[in-house]
């Protein structure tokens, strides 16, 4: 019976099988017949609804009609394929109702009789709803009206299968797919009405319960969401919509508070995802949150860990949000910490249980949390996000290198703008978690050896400190590698941006390692090429940036202010900055699962903090480098960004340089409120802002700053403060800051090695059971590898050494040293009093008469007797060998704790404490040193010569002693700190600091140099020889190279100092090179003090367009380094070599490369100067300032005067017409706002001792825009003033002259141009005076005073100092000591009778000149910012010469470079001078319309001329850029000098410039900034390519200024007219080259050939021997009816130019 049931079972089974297939193939068959379908559809309905069909029968009936489907949609019979599908799924929605039905009843542990466990039937119930989704879609394509009936059934069943399969998900296929319909049929049919929710649907359904509802309709909401970017309108609308339905209809119940929140959650990431018009919105949401999550009450412990993890992310989404909203809100950082608090309260028994919820998105919450705060610069919650993400990780079973990698690639150790890399707090948690081992620096370098970009960050970052650690103490072979090389970087961040596409990681890693890099750079004082590394790294950190962000520029025009000078200045600022949308969406997406461990994760946060950190380093080394424009835009643009964000310390960094940039541009006003404002700041945020050692660098920073302004104001201030006042409020500012850096805060085992070793501060280093210990508490993957226990024991006596601790051996050693040297080591001794010379004196000698060939000391052993540097011999730091330890044996200086031997030390130790330590105290002492000096001008102003001298030496300990918190007492004796701070080393981290501590040293010894003379000195800086001063002054001429302003100090002192060498016994000075004289130094260094900034630019420009490698990828292609110009010329731009030894070969080879034209340095000394030679020489009170003067050319010995300044006055008194007088006054007295003048170069020397040129420059802008009206009489009183006002010029220009030059003004004439009678009279002179008054003559001064004929002896002046002088001369004025001067009465009759010869054989010389004739070369004038505005080319020595000016020398040889470049390029020709063809011209003639007389004048000629331009229109920057590209010439005549129509920056990017001619009010005007580089359009062409440009000084009227530049292109014309095609005088010296028969000149300095000058076959296109364009400037100012107002006005920039004749024109 049992088999026959079974049998019956079986054949009832097959049978039900045989039925199924038969109605499938009639299904088919239907199909493809196209008959009976209905009907067969109806069969397959009735059979799916019998209850006899089994679930196995309904998954063959479902899979069958699923394929039939399939193939009928690919075969595009959509009709045929649905019907397929509904059936499809209609079985499979029967075999769902039937599984569960059965489970319900027979359910049990291992499944039931219907073979399918839960797990399987859930999966079957997603499948079913997979193939729903699809028979939706295709519905859709069919356009049936059947879909909602179809969704609405599929979810009613599914929600019969979920209330009894827990684990069943929700139905997001179907209901995704529902919301993609929905979106494609608005976008179609184009209708903005919402689509239908799901709720709506099912509202009428009782199958569908509440809960089930809920379900579905956060699937909407989650779809709605992801669809967003496909139809974002509705998209946002519809999550509006569902989100309120679930808030009011489904979660409205107490007991759903959880499901409430999440969606307000939802809500409020739809409302941010519609940006900062939702912001508000979103914010409320999330308040709404967290309300409701903090009003749940009764039992959580069930739901306590997803409780706390959604609240606190709804604490962090909302500071993120009010972040943006209300930067400066204090809700941000109590939402934080209510976050962190809550995560943190998570029960470790919870633990897993939140690890499981933890997603990537939580982490990245955690990420812009620590970010946000960090560039906030709010640290107190930093210890507890460490300890956060410790447990993350660790629960995440992440590696600990891993860990510490990840942390270190997206630079979250530390916070914005601290100096430490790794925060103190990680290091604190890390030590918890893996013990002492996290201290070691080979511990960090292993966990990121398996990234070498990393690891040569790491490195750079902490030991670019150590690069000279050689030079200090032998240091043990050890992975750490303390010199990372620039290749090395460069090497690493090839790697990262070789992939392409470059990955944001890449370029954030870049980023950093060329800003490390930077820092370095600024350190080792190489502040040119850290320029390029800070403008890279900002180029790559902006393309992240504004990836991040989004913002518009606004540009807006501010008045500023400053002691009743209003200016107006163009700022630009950020408009609507906020993150991008995508950007501030990534952290809402709260509810994802993936996390990416190996990513890098870069927060708007972080990357806006590396944006201004790199904003702020870019500006602060613009403005060291003296680019104050450029360093004022960064820095305003940084302030900006910073104060919409509200970040603190941002903001007090940005001021405190701003604040500084305006003291020195002496914008008085504005430079007190930036600091002001910044001190206020610290004073709000005294607690909270940045980490103590942070916030005080800041306060101190703003402290100095601010006692630099109160110090450098002159006068009185707003509040009637004296000088003397202020200058005590700056003494008290400094030593507040003082104070605060010698706080106990600072003191550690490096920067007080004393009280390290007595009270421990220095860590332990790690044991092997400490390390075992806490590697076995944490990350148990880590596979780092641990030093084993002869290894940290070793170390752990190594760390002995940064304590201070010494072996037994070397305390003998130099117990014994210090004992044979008699060293008072007395800590109460004092250094600087006369009392300590005497204990000195016989120690150094001893100490260094130990060495061999150590430089030797007078008698009387003095300070001034110690060795000159470089020394050949070694220093005292040399003097001992190596003991037995392995490193360098401790000599004086390492038994009191010298810092130059520390860095191998702390290297050694191998402690990231120690590393850390001395970053801090590398920045302390760099503050501690501007603050002293600020402390010392301030006694030195107050001529406290003892207190100077102190200040001077507490520096010094400063910078090279070990401890320098002792400030009383140095712990080095004042002999050793002399001979160290004299040393060179390279990679100096204190290059600059040194050469400024040099500066200060030498400048008030200098105070108290005659007293020292008279033994009446202070102290023993008063007893320094002359020549040890002069080498410490090269050495800080060489470290300074490339910070302009300390620069321009120390070469303007040398040069005074060599001037004074030359003429007096008591400076003289003993040289050791038998080539160079005093006049070569003097003038190299005169020309090296004079636009320093320049030359910077001058030769980035050449090195950029030549083509040369970027400077970037080159280690030594800044400007003092190798140069990329391979070419003589290039020396002159160089400033100054690398190191000293080879100071004196770069001084030869630049006077090897100056230029054949004769140069004129032109220099006023005022103010401190006055003061110093006041001191220096016996003369009188009256000398207001002095004048430098420095002729050289490439024939010559160089000629330096010092001469003293008389005031030249003019008062209205000196004119007789009353009516004149009166008018000029009353124009003074009713001048208004409009009519003010603005003085271009603010107040310098000059106004002091020439005060008339500014108020005639003033009287020429009020009478110039003043009306003469209509009347005769007020034409005839508008001329008076004019004329009037031209005389007063004329007057004013023969009285300086007369009393500033006096016979040394035929010093600014060029030389006579082939005058063979001048030389031949000039070799019989040398011989005469040779022979006859057996004298050493001067031959080049001698060549002046011939080359001025008789004009220059009248009254029989100075003979003996004309020609009897070293090349140098310094005026007088009445000495009062003959004695000092080292000359005695009897000398003196001996010069006197000697003069009386030589004045009769120079007059007889003078004499045999008279009949030659000839013209003289172009004179180029150098001429100080003190005294450019000075129209020098119209006094009357030069007034009829053709001179030109440049800004330096440096600038002449990088334009003539430039131009033969091309010239070689191009054209393939090349000259000594530039040639230009005035018929290849473009002319800009009146673009404004207004000057219709002038365009009147000169269109008509234009066109007579064939020339091409444009007149009465406006021309765009495009068309001029193309006319400078491809004409000679460029004429503006117009307004201004044409900087309205094509900008500088436009200018600076042209490759080749045309010669220029502007004929604008003030188109030749240079702008002062202080102290920065000089503004004016001149410059801009000068650094374009411009070989000459004619432009005007000051404000001219358009009439008798067209007469000039009509009288100027009719000479040019007329010359290019005559130009020959063969030049006799080239012709001659061709030959005379071919023959060898050319006489070379040879130069007293050298016996090197001169550089040929020339290529002389170019005679056929023009030569150097013709009138070149600025030597019809004579004739064109007499052709004005104001000679001088007007005619004086125009002058030429850049160098001789010479005028040819293209062949094609």
Request: glycine share 6%; with cysteine.
């Amino acid at each position: 019976m049992c088999s026959l049931a079974s049998e019956r079972k079986r054949d009832g089974l097959d049978d039900n099988k045989r039925i199924l297939s038969v109605t499938v193939a009639a299904f088919i068959l239907s199909i493809t017949m196209d008959r009976k379908l209905k009907k067969t559809v109806l069969l397959i309905k009735h059979i799916i609804a019998n209850e006899w069909i089994q679930p196995e029968g309904l998954k063959y009936l479902y899979a069958s009609l699923y394929n039939i489907g399939v193939l009928l949609y690919r075969n595009k019979q959509v009709k045929e394929a649905s019907k397929a599908l509904k059936l499809c799924c209609r079985a499979a929605w029967a075999c769902v109702a039937r599984l569960s039905q059965m489970f319900a009843c027979n359910c049990n542990s291992d499944g039931f009789h219907g073979g399918m466990t839960e797990g399987a039937i859930v999966d079957f119930v997603n499948e079913a709803c997979t193939r729903s989704a699809f028979l939706l879609d295709v519905l859709h394509h069919r356009g049936s009206q059947k879909m909602e009936k179809v969704i609405v059934d599929s979810l009613e069943n599914w929600s019969i299968a979920a209330i009894l399969f827990k684990t069943l998900a929700g139905p997001l296929p179907l209901v995704k797919q529902w919301v993609k319909i929905e979106c494609k049929r608005r976008k179609n049919l184009d209708v903005e009405d919402d689509a239908p929710t799901l709720y709506y649907l099912l509202s009428s359904s009782g199958k569908v319960s509440e809960r089930m509802i809920g379900i579905i309709l956060e699937q909407e909401l989650h779809s709605y969401e992801e669809l967003y970017p496909l139809s974002p309108e509705l998209c946002h609308r519809m999550q509006m919509k569902i989100s309120t339905i679930l808030l009011q209809s489904v979660y409205n119940s107490s007991n759903n508070y959880f499901q409430r929140s999440r969606i307000l959650l939802r809500k409020g990431r739809a409302l941010r995802a519609r940006g900062t018009e939702g912001l508000k919105d979103c914010i409320q949401c999330l308040s709404e949150a967290i309300c409701v999550m903090n009003d749940i009450s009764g039992d959580m412990s069930q739901h306590e860990t997803l409780h706390c993890h959604q609240l606190a992310v709804a604490y962090c989404l909302r500071a993120l949000c009010t972040q943006e909203a209300e930067p400066n809100s204090k809700q941000v950082i109590e939402d934080i910490g209510a976050a962190l608090n809550l995560w943190l309260s998570i029960s470790i028994c919870f633990e897993s249980e939140w690890c499981n919820m933890v997603s990537e998105n939580t982490m990245l919450l955690l990420y812009n949390v620590v970010d946000l705060l960090s560039l906030k610069g709010f640290i107190e919650f930093h210890n507890n996000i460490y300890k956060l993400m410790l447990r993350l990780f660790k629960c995440k079973n992440v590696p600990l290198e891993k860990y510490l990698s990840i942390l270190w690639e997206s630079r979250r150790l530390s916070h914005a703008l601290c100096i430490s890399p790794v925060n103190d707090a990680f290091l604190v948690n890390l030590a918890e978690q893996c013990g002492e081992l996290s201290k070691s620096i080979e511990f960090w370098m292993g966990c990121l050896q398996g990234s070498q970009p990393l690891l040569v960050g790491f490195q750079q970052s902490l030991l670019f400190l150590f690069a000279n650690s050689s030079h200090g103490c032998y240091i043990r072979k050890s992975s750490v590698q303390p010199c990372i090389t620039i290749n090395d970087v460069k090497e690493a961040a090839s790697e990262l941006i070789s992939s392409v596409p470059v990955t944001p990681r890449s370029v954030f890693l870049v980023g950093y390692l060329y800003y490390d890099l930077c820092e370095r750079l600024i350190a080792n004082g190489r502040l040119l090429e850290a320029l390029s590394y800070a403008i890279e790294a900002h180029r790559l950190r902006t393309q992240l940036f504004q990836e991040k962000f989004s913002y518009s520029v606004e540009n807006s025009v501010k008045e500023y202010n400053d002691a009743g000078d209003i200016s107006q200045k163009l700022h630009s600022s950020p408009k609507g900055f906020k993150p991008s949308s995508s950007v501030a969406s990534e952290v809402w997406s709260f509810d994802a699962s993936s996390w990416n461990v190996d990513g890098c994760y870069l927060s708007p946060w972080n990357v806006l903090q590396c944006y201004l950190e790199s904003v702020l380093q870019v500006g602060i080394i613009h403005e060291l480098v003296g680019n104050g424009v450029e360093a004022e835009a960064f820095l305003l643009w940084g302030k900006s960004i910073s104060c919409t964000q509200s970040l603190p310390q941002f903001i007090v960094a940005f001021s405190s340089i701003l604040g500084k940039l305006y003291r020195k541009k002496q914008l008085w006003d504005q430079a007190e409120k930036e600091l002001k404002n910044a001190k206020q700041i610290l004073v709000e945020k005294s607690i909270n802002l940045s980490c103590l050692k942070c916030r005080l660098i800041l306060e101190v920073t703003v402290d100095q700053q601010l006692g630099d302004l109160s110090r450098s104001y002159s006068g009185c201030d707003d509040r009637g403060n004296t000088l003397i006042e202020r200058l005590s409020n700056a003494e008290k500012l400094y030593k507040s800051a003082l104070d605060k850096l010698n706080l106990s805060e600072w003191k550690n085992s490096i920067s007080l090695p004393e009280e390290a070793r007595s009270e421990s501060i220095l860590p332990k280093k790690p044991s092997i059971q400490n390390v075992e210990h806490g590697a076995g508490n944490t990350f148990v993957h880590s596979t780092l590898h641990q030093p084993d226990t002869v290894e940290l024991t070793a170390r752990n006596q190594l760390s002995a050494k940064v304590g201070g601790t010494k072996c037994r051996r070397t305390k003998n050693a130099l117990k014994s040293l210090v004992n044979d040297q008699n060293l008072d080591l007395d800590p109460n001794s004092r250094i600087t009093c006369s009392k300590y010379r005497s204990s000195q004196n016989q120690s150094v000698n001893n100490c260094v008469e130990e060495q061999s060939g150590v430089s030797k000391h007078a008698k009387n052993n003095k300070l001034s007797d110690l060795p000159d540097i470089p020394s050949q011999g070694k220093s005292v730091l040399e003097a001992k060998s190596f003991v037995d330890t392995g490193y360098q044996a401790a000599c004086i200086c390492n038994k009191m704790k010298c810092w130059q031997c520390l860095p191998g030390e702390v290297i050694e130790s191998g402690l990231l404490d120690n590393l850390l330590h001395v970053k801090w105290e590398f920045t302390r002492r760099r503050l501690s040193l501007r603050v002293l000096a600020g402390i010392g001008k301030c006694f030195g102003n107050r001529d406290q010569t003892h207190e100077t001298h102190k200040i001077v030496v507490q520096s010094v300990s400063v910078l090279l002693c070990r401890n320098s918190f002792s400030h009383t007492d140095s712990s080095l004796p004042l002999t050793v700190l002399l001979d160290l701070i004299g040393k060179e080393y390279s990679e100096d981290v204190f290059a600059v600091e040194r050469a400024g501590v040099l500066y200060n040293l030498c400048w008030f010894s200098l105070k108290g140099y005659r007293s020292m003379k008279s033994r009446n000195g202070c102290c023993d800086l008063s007893h320094l020889q002359l020549q040890k001063l002069v080498s410490w002054l090269m050495l800080a001429f060489v470290l300074c190279r490339e910070a302009p302003i300390l620069f321009q100090k120390v070469s303007k002192l040398l040069a005074v100092i060599y001037v004074l060498s030359s003429t007096s016994k008591l400076f003289s000075l003993s040289s050791s090179s038998k080539v160079l004289s005093e006049s070569h130094w003097a003038s190299f260094f005169h020309q090296a003090s004079l636009g320093t900034h320049l030359n910077y630019k001058f030769l980035s420009n050449m090195s950029w367009r030549f083509k040369a490698q970027d400077i970037v990828d080159t280690e030594a292609s800044h400007v003092t380094g190798s140069s990329c110009i391979k070419t003589e010329t290039g020396k002159l731009i160089r400033i100054s070599p690398e190191s000293i030894k080879d100071l004196e070969q770069f001084v030869k080879d630049f006077l090897l490369s100056l230029p054949c034209t004769t140069v004129i340095c032109v220099t006023l000394l005022g103010g401190a100067y006055t003061s110093l030679l006041q001191e220096l020489l016996p003369l009188p009170s009256c000398v207001h300032a002095w004048m430098m003067l420095s002729r050289f050319n490439s024939i010559n010995q160089p000629i330096v005067v010092l001469l003293p300044v008389n005031a030249v006055l003019q008062e209205d008194a000196d004119y007789d017409d009353d009516d004149a007088i009166t008018s000029f006054r009353e124009l003074r007295e009713i001048k208004d706002c409009g009519k003010n003048w603005h003085c271009p170069w603010g107040s310098t020397i000059a106004d002091d001792v020439a005060p008339a040129f500014k108020l005639i420059m003033e009287d020429n802008y009020l009478s110039s825009r003043s009306s003469y009206g209509d009347s005769l009489g007020q034409r005839s009183l508008w001329w008076n003033r004019r004329t009037k006002l031209d005389q007063r010029l004329c007057e004013f220009l023969r009285k300086l002259e007369d009393s500033w030059l006096g016979p040394w003004k035929y010093m600014l004439l060029g030389e006579w141009s082939n005058c063979k009678n001048l030389d031949t009279v000039h070799k019989k002179l040398v011989r005469d005076l040779k022979c006859k008054c057996k004298a050493n003559i001067n031959e080049s001064l001698l060549r002046i005073v011939l080359g001025g004929l008789k004009g220059a002896f009248k009254g029989e002046e100075c003979i003996a100092q004309l020609c009897f002088k070293k090349g140098c001369y310094v005026g007088t004025v009445g000495y009062s000591d003959n004695s000092s001067c080292g000359t005695s009465s009897e000398a003196s009759n001996g010069v006197e009778r000697l003069s009386e010869l030589a004045l009769q054989l120079i007059h007889k010389a003078v004499d045999e000149l008279e009949e030659d004739s000839g013209h003289r070369e172009p004179t180029i004038l150098v001429l100080d910012c003190e005294v450019q505005m000075l129209p020098w080319e119209n006094i009357p020595i030069l007034r009829n010469h053709e001179v030109y000016r440049m800004p330096s020398v440096g600038s002449i040889a990088a334009t003539l470079e430039r131009i033969h470049h091309h010239e070689q390029l191009v054209k393939g020709l090349l000259a000594t001078f530039p040639l230009i063809d005035p018929l290849d011209a473009f002319y800009l003639l009146n673009p404004s319309g207004d000057l219709s007389e002038t365009q009147l004048l000169f269109e008509d000629w234009f066109r007579n001329q064939n020339l091409v331009g444009k007149a009465g229109s406006a021309p765009t920057a495009e068309e001029l850029t193309l006319a400078l590209k491809s004409h000679d010439l460029f004429i503006y005549l117009g307004h201004g000098s044409g900087s309205q129509y094509i900008s500088r920056h436009d200018l600076l990017k042209l490759e080749k410039c045309a010669a220029t001619f502007l004929m604008g009010c003030s188109s030749g005007s240079l702008s002062l900034n202080g102290c920065y580089i000089p503004q004016g359009t001149p410059l801009s062409y000068l650094l374009a390519g411009s070989p000459v440009i004619v432009a005007n000084l000051w404000d001219v009227t358009d009439k008798d200024i067209d007469r000039f530049g009509k009288t100027m292109l009719d000479a040019w014309l007329r010359e290019r007219s005559s130009v020959p095609m063969g030049c006799d005088q080239c012709s001659s010296v061709e030959d005379e080259a071919k023959n060898g028969r050319g006489k070379v000149n040879k130069k007293r300095m050298s016996r090197k050939k001169l550089p040929e000058t020339s290529d002389i076959s170019l005679c056929n296109s023009g030569c150097d021997h013709r009138p070149k364009l600025g030597s019809f400037m004579g004739q064109a100012r007499e052709a004005c009816k104001l000679p001088f107002l007007i005619g004086a006005a125009p002058v030429c920039y850049g160098v001789p130019t010479g005028i040819r004749r293209k062949p094609s024109l």
